[in-house]
């Protein structure tokens, strides 16, 4: 089963406005990726959250962790036409199995 | 630096055809995975790889095969493929766990899309 839904599971924005996606899930995780896919192209590693912590940034873009709600959410500020794309978080599970489960993905467009 | 590199781009099949899916990839990384994207299903494991030699079953790995005989390679085979077998093919690697924490973040290819008729 998949976990690591995102919500919504799609948004369309102005340029310049904020978006926010959220992801949540049901098991207890060691981190939670995002992920970004432009049309036809393979997955772009955005940003790596870890289970100890709450909030990280890079850029433009800005992760929380929740872990007692168990959800995240990315947040792009000042949004941009070339952040128009698809985007999963993928939960890291605990016990060693190294595989990553990903959500089915959030279609942003953003609008110039 | 390429990365992750997928072949075929494309392929069309026909229903009990057989072929293999190649993955490349040029960062040293010791675990790799094979996934299928379709739409509304986000991702979902077929097979992994956390060394040379080895493979493990991911989600989805019935009528597929692999094989990781060099460290830099990850076959996907299809032996007798069918129509629900179509779909998009993502190679994706990392580095171990040994080398920091667990669940490194992965990186992929632009992937094959293959359409079985």
């Known amino acids: 089963s998949q976990q690591g839904e995102e919500d919504p599971q799609a948004l369309s924005i102005q340029e310049g406005e904020n978006a926010t996606m959220n992801c949540s899930y049901k098991t207890s995780i060691n981190n939670l990726q995002w992920y970004r896919q432009n049309s036809g192209r393979g997955l772009v590693h955005l940003i790596l959250?870890?289970?100890?912590?709450r909030e990280k940034h890079s850029g433009r873009l800005r992760v929380t962790l929740d872990t007692s709600k168990k959800s995240s959410s990315l947040l792009i500020t000042a949004s941009r036409a070339a952040d128009t794309a698809s985007y999963f978080c993928a939960k890291g599970t605990q016990g060693g199995s190294e595989k990553l489960v990903f959500g089915k993905g959030m279609k942003l467009t953003v609008n110039p | 630096n390429a990365g992750v590199t997928q072949t075929p781009k494309f392929r069309v099949l026909k229903t009990g055809q057989s072929m293999t899916l190649l993955c490349a990839q040029d960062?040293?990384?010791?675990?790799m995975y094979w996934y299928r994207q379709d739409p509304g299903m986000g991702l979902r494991l077929i097979h992994y790889s956390v060394g040379e030699g080895t493979t493990a079953k991911g989600e989805v790995p019935d009528g597929y095969n692999v094989s990781r005989l060099k460290k830099q390679n990850f076959l996907l085979g299809l032996e007798s493929a069918a129509p629900s077998q179509t779909s998009v093919y993502f190679c994706?690697?990392?580095?171990?766990?040994?080398?920091?924490?667990?669940?490194?973040?992965?990186?992929f290819g632009d992937g094959t899309r293959l359409s079985i008729l």
């Open positions: 960062m040293n990384h010791e675990y």
């Open positions: 959250i870890r289970s100890n912590e």
């Open positions: 994706a690697s990392s580095y171990s766990k040994n080398r920091g924490h667990s669940n490194q973040p992965q990186h």
